[in-house]
């Protein structure tokens, strides 16, 4: 498509290489942004640009953050002999948005991942080591996605660490509230009967 | 939701202003950017601030430009007698697409809703008023929306200026091609027969 003018093509261009957003979405975007005042659009470029460049990621635990530790490891108050292990940055929002756990946590940056050539040194392992190595870890939970990718990630780390002095669990699955056992899929179905609990008033 | 960081939680909160994106494809879109070079998210920002601070709009068709008449209307082979109001950027880009038309366009920048207190007053009809006056002009084309507000914004350009004496004309409304008859809407039918053509080869 031929556009009236370079700056538009230009910022139609940029905003479809995000995913997601084709052209004719893009268009549509850059046609709004010019539709309210300029400081809008101003803003908006300024906060992307300070995104990618002024990001930091904390060292401990890899998670974003503003400062060289992120606030979750700097927190004394929460529990660091609980490590939960997690794929991606969104998943420690979704679990601290639960405000179900107050232990640690440590970003992976993905998962395991042949498929898409991601292999164990392209992940964040070696931080997990250096916390089993303080001893103060007594528990790794794994909260990695329910898929083979997921379960190999969480396969791989327990072989390696098996030796050290820490137990390792995962997050419970199985039917999730509000689901009708009718549409729940089989595995997951299958899995929350074998692994029932004890019936708990307050469950 | 808490994000971990200031600069990823100001970026998403300026991405979720954009019209269809909310805070969760906000996030996806910024944690995208963050896996991406950084100078992909500088060269995104730029090219937004340079979009709505130097974007010019042509002051004879309101198009956008990159000077201070389009190419459009500083192409002397276009057809000047020949008027094609339309009310959106991206109407004369769609029309452009087709290569099936070399007049000139005029840009109103909306069409009249009073559920979304445009009127007339916020429209660029008095561009097409100064356009009749030079009496270059002998068609003029609606290329509106087929709803009840570009039907509306045909009706009050035509009563404004049906004393000049241009041709007013219409777009073609009927069956799209590549529709099946049993699927197409009543009143696009009944407009297609009401409206017919006399049968041509080259239709």
């Known amino acids: 498509m031929d556009y009236p003018s370079k700056v538009l093509a230009k910022a139609v261009d940029e905003i479809s290489g995000?995913?997601?957003?084709?052209?004719?979405?893009?268009?549509?975007?850059?046609?709004?942004?010019?539709?309210?005042?300029?400081?809008?659009?101003?803003?908006?470029?300024?906060?992307?640009?300070?995104?990618?460049?002024?990001?930091?990621?904390?060292k401990d635990c890899h998670n974003f953050s503003d400062n060289d530790i992120c606030e979750i490891c700097a927190d004394d108050k929460r529990n660091a002999e609980v490590l939960c292990v997690v794929e991606d940055v969104r998943d420690v929002m979704a679990i601290e948005n639960t405000s179900k756990f107050k232990g640690k946590y440590l970003v992976l940056?993905?998962?395991?991942?042949?498929?898409?050539?991601?292999?164990?040194?392209?992940?964040?392992?070696?931080?997990?080591?250096?916390?089993?190595?303080?001893?103060?870890?007594k528990e790794l939970i794994f909260a990695l996605s329910a898929t083979m990718e997921g379960d190999t990630t969480a396969y791989y780390i327990y072989k390696k660490f098996k030796q050290f002095n820490v137990?390792?669990?995962?997050?419970?699955?199985?039917?999730?509230?509000?689901?009708?056992?009718?549409?729940?899929?089989?595995?997951?179905?299958?899995?929350s009967i074998v692994n029932r609990l004890p019936y708990n008033e307050k469950l």
């Open 109 to 137: 940056g993905g998962k395991i991942s042949p498929m898409e050539g991601v292999g164990p040194a392209q992940l964040h392992i070696d931080s997990i080591e250096k916390k089993l190595e303080t001893g103060e870890v």
């Open 18 to 58: 995000l995913p997601g957003i084709g052209k004719k979405s893009a268009l549509r975007l850059a046609l709004h942004l010019l539709r309210q005042p300029a400081s809008q659009g101003v803003a908006l470029g300024t906060a992307i640009q300070n995104l990618v460049i002024d990001i930091k990621y904390c």
């Open 167 to 191: 137990q390792f669990s995962s997050i419970a699955r199985g039917i999730s509230v509000g689901d009708e056992l009718e549409y729940a899929d089989e595995i997951s179905l299958g899995r």
